[in-house]
């Protein structure tokens, strides 16, 4: 009974606290290699279009969607801070009922519904070639925010600020294509989409 009682009480801290209703574009980046152990890697980042049209708040963020803990998402929408490379004994995979479901109805929404906006095929010294390729999914639902931190400082992640996690109450938003401010989105985003391919401590495998 404590336990339980326990567990609506965090749930609802989270509730009140932390989670926001948003209005997404999810940036979903492709990675096609033709040599190595992970020949298909993805990075996710999201545009809030809430905060578009606000100079003083920010737009973009790397989008955690898949990989974490239960502890992951507890640190991150109700401690506000989500520490990397920090695994403990007491790590938890124990999510709220529901919650496993409803993240992978998302990463099916947001394949299912991609729109492809941009190809970049690259080709190394070493004979690796890269087809990345960028596509957007224009996404409503509840998500958290938290700044993402790392326990060892000799680790260079390659972002420092917040991030965003998924929560739930996910739903493909299709109108959102034919609007000006999606056409004002793509035409800014295409300036930094070759930095958010350089950043990948949230590729997922």
């Not at 973009?60 to 929408?77: K, Q, R, V």
Request: glycine share 4%.
């Amino acid at each position: 009974m404590r336990y339980f009682i326990f567990s609506i009480f965090a749930l609802f801290v989270i509730e009140a606290n932390s989670q926001n209703y948003e209005e997404l574009l999810i940036i979903s980046i492709e990675v096609e290699k033709n040599k190595g152990l992970h020949k298909i890697q993805n990075d996710y980042w999201v545009v809030s279009i809430n905060s578009w049209t606000n100079p003083n708040e920010k737009s973009l963020y790397p989008f955690n969607i898949e990989g974490f803990s239960a502890t992951d998402l507890d640190e991150c929408c109700i401690d506000k801070e989500l520490i990397l490379f920090n695994p403990t004994t007491s790590e938890s995979f124990d999510f709220e009922d529901g919650f496993l479901q409803s993240q992978n109805n998302l990463l099916s929404l947001v394949k299912e519904n991609r729109t492809k906006v941009q190809t970049i095929n690259k080709k190394w010294k070493s004979g690796i070639r890269e087809k990345i390729t960028i596509y957007v999914t224009p996404v409503n639902g509840i998500f958290c925010t938290c700044e993402v931190k790392h326990k060892n400082e000799h680790i260079d992640i390659g972002f420092e600020g917040e991030i965003l996690m998924p929560i739930s109450d996910f739903e493909y938003n299709p109108i959102f294509l034919k609007s000006d401010l999606y056409k004002n989105i793509l035409v800014c985003t295409y300036l930094i989409f070759k930095k958010l391919i350089a950043c990948p401590f949230l590729r997922q495998r």
